[in-house]
């Protein structure tokens, strides 16, 4: 039986619809306009499709937008000013730096730089040390996402014997944590693994975060297994356009798996639903207010 499939792009812009009556809300009663900043900084070509979705969806979602494109060989000192300014602006409530730099800068300090009021990335120390201490932090957006695609075939991940292929700051290791939180059974995998097949043949959730189109194959899966696809990789396509492809060879896991994630149309759209979520929790928080309801 064919699976079926996790329409993140659905689950997206229910979520952005609910983040736009709350900030209706917070301006209305409270005068705020929640407001991100994204710093970008070069060109790379994942972080621009990022970046120009992200200031569709934060506008219309009714926060401020703010963004700041740097050149690559801009000094790290600059980079640096820009986030205290940043850190300083009142209508700045989350400050996103695009990864990866630029070589020749620093990405530990500059993320070190950042607020933790402000990390909306959930990338700053603080953030990720509370994040793996199981208390409340600014979590990363694309495991945020990944949870809530997951929580949209299963109500509970209590017991789940999930696997996490890739294990980076900004997915793979955020996920595990996260998925630690809902109770699931983790098993973290890396270049270095041995027996991936294997090991994600055993999972009842299949996170592949990696970055290397198609490595999942139909044969890796427990049959009725939910596939959640992180990975992008751009590829040319016909007449000089490009696309992007996932790390899961979708057909053969369409024909396996219980569920599967689309890319594009699946994790991403939640990456920048999240966000939002992100920036309006971090405005609230900063204004003393209590948690919103998304
Ligand atoms: N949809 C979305 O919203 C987002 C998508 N992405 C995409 O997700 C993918 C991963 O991103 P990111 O985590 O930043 O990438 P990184 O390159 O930082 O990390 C990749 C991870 O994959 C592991 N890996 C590499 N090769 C293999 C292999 N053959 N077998 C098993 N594991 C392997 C690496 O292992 P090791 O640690 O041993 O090197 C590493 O942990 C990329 O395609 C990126 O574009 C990223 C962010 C958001
Ligand atoms: N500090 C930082 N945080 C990040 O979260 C971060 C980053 N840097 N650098 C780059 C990666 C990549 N990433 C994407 C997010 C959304 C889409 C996205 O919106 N994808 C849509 C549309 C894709 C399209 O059609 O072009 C989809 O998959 O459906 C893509 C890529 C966030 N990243």
């Given amino acids: 039986m064919a699976a079926s499939l996790i329409d993140g792009k659905v689950i997206a812009a229910d979520l952005r619809a609910r983040v736009a009556v709350e900030v209706a809300r917070m301006k209305r009663d409270h005068g705020l306009t929640p407001g991100l900043a994204v710093v970008l900084i070069g060109n790379d070509p994942a972080s621009e499709v990022y970046v120009r979705n992200k200031h569709k969806q934060t506008q219309a979602a009714g926060m401020a937008s703010f963004e700041h494109m740097l050149p690559a060989d801009v000094a790290q000192a600059d980079v640096l000013a820009l986030i205290a300014e940043l850190n300083a602006n009142p209508a700045v409530h989350g400050i996103l730096v695009q990864l990866p730099l630029p070589k020749g800068l620093d990405t530990e300090a500059v993320i070190a730089a950042i607020d933790p009021a402000k990390d909306v990335d959930g990338l700053h120390p603080h953030n990720a040390g509370r994040l793996a201490g199981g208390l409340p932090a600014l979590s990363p957006c694309t495991p945020l996402g990944c949870i809530i695609l997951t929580k949209s075939v299963h109500a509970s991940l209590e017991g789940m014997d999930a696997i996490v292929i890739g294990r980076s700051n900004l997915v793979g290791r955020p996920l595990v944590q996260l998925l630690l939180n809902e109770n699931a059974t983790v098993t973290i ?17 299949v996170y592949a975060a990696v970055g290397r189109a198609e490595m999942v194959r139909g044969d890796w899966l427990k049959p009725g297994a939910t596939v959640i696809d992180v990975g992008i990789t751009r590829v040319p396509a016909a007449e000089g356009k490009t696309r992007l492809i996932g790390d899961v060879a979708f057909n053969e896991a369409m024909q396996v798996a219980g569920a599967v994630t689309p890319v594009p149309g699946g994790v991403g759209q939640m990456t920048v639903a999240c966000l939002l979520v992100n920036t309006l929790r971090a405005a609230c928080a900063i204004r003393g207010l209590p948690a919103p309801g998304v």
């Fill in 189 to 205: 995998a890396h270049s270095r693994s041995r027996d991936l097949p294997d090991l994600c043949r055993r999972a009842d959730l």
